[in-house]
């Protein structure tokens, strides 16, 4: 008599130990089954929460299914250590307690990176209506309910304030080409003085070779430079910018006295030496 097929093993209380678990539930009686893209679409948040936790702590490691109930809308999973194949423990008890601590107290726990918060409490808010959504390990859960996103989302609060970072902005600027840093082709640099901010000349870098000659031509004069400008939070102006295209802009021509001849009318009677002093004087 051939052998019945076996399904699925069913998970042992060691692996429920190592595991950590998200289940949905109808909260609709007259609905037994939980959506299908409220299903995926909770369980990619948890599971980007889940792999944000694991990088901030420091673990190579991947995710495996231990267990999926179609039944129930359950999936299991357990961290694994890339290399050795072992599960890691320590994890599942560092985010199963982490959650049930800051759903106590309202506030951070140090397991709990800002990043890895910020991903937790995208996971915990977006969890779906008319559905009961519950996680823990494989043998305890813990119901998502609105204290628990009011718990989370108070701890959230209570983070340090995160320096803003510096950020890049495509764009251009004016200024007067001074400083030539660098001929060396791996760092080809310049310095643009800005006509409002010229106590904090701005780094310039470039690749392109041809831009040489625009520095050539440009040289002590106003350019316009094109490309990624470099800004600090708070400034109004770029402090570094990489370079894409050069302008130079014109020249202003220099007046010389003879040029000034003709332009003014002098009055009947007098030379340009007597109109002059007469200004001078106030006569």
Same mark, same amino acid.
């Given at each position: ?82 290399? !050795? =194949?072992? *599960? #890691? ?7 199963? +307690?982490? %959650?049930?601590?800051?759903?106590? !107290? =309202?506030? *951070? #726990? ?7 918060? +910020?991903? %937790? ?163």
């Amino acid at each position: 008599m051939p052998k019945r097929k076996q399904g699925p093993k069913e998970p042992t209380p060691a692996q429920d130990q190592l595991s950590l678990s998200l289940k949905l539930e109808t909260a609709d009686k007259s609905k037994p089954n939980v959506d299908v893209d409220d299903f995926l679409g909770t369980a990619e948040k948890w599971l980007r929460a889940l792999k944000t936790f694991a990088k901030e702590q420091g673990e190579h490691v991947k995710w495996e299914i231990v267990d999926l109930r179609k039944s129930s809308a359950l999936i299991q999973v357990q961290p694994v250590r890339i290399g !050795t =194949g072992k *599960p #890691v423990p320590k994890l599942v008890r560092k985010w199963d +307690s982490g %959650l049930r601590q800051m759903e106590e !107290t =309202g506030r *951070p #726990v140090s397991t709990f990176s800002p990043e890895a918060m +910020s991903d %937790l409490y995208a996971f915990i808010i977006g969890v779906p209506s008319d559905t009961v959504v519950s996680v823990g390990n494989g043998t305890s859960r813990l119901p998502i309910t609105s204290y628990t996103q009011h718990a989370i989302e108070a701890a959230v609060r209570h983070l340090p304030e995160q320096p803003r970072a510096e950020y890049l902005a495509q764009g251009s600027i004016r200024g007067r080409l001074a400083v030539l840093d660098s001929w060396n082709p791996e760092d080809r640099s310049f310095r643009l003085q800005l006509p409002l901010n010229p106590t904090k000349p701005v780094k310039c870098t470039y690749r392109d070779v041809s831009l040489v000659s625009a520095l050539g031509v440009g040289f002590e004069g106003m350019v316009e430079i094109t490309g990624k400008l470099k800004y600090k939070p708070e400034h109004p102006w770029p402090f570094a910018a990489d370079v894409d295209h050069i302008r130079v802009l014109p020249r202003k021509p220099a007046v010389g006295l003879n040029e000034l001849v003709g332009l003014v009318h002098l009055p009947e009677g007098q030379d340009s030496l007597s109109y002059v002093r007469s200004l001078r004087d106030a006569e």
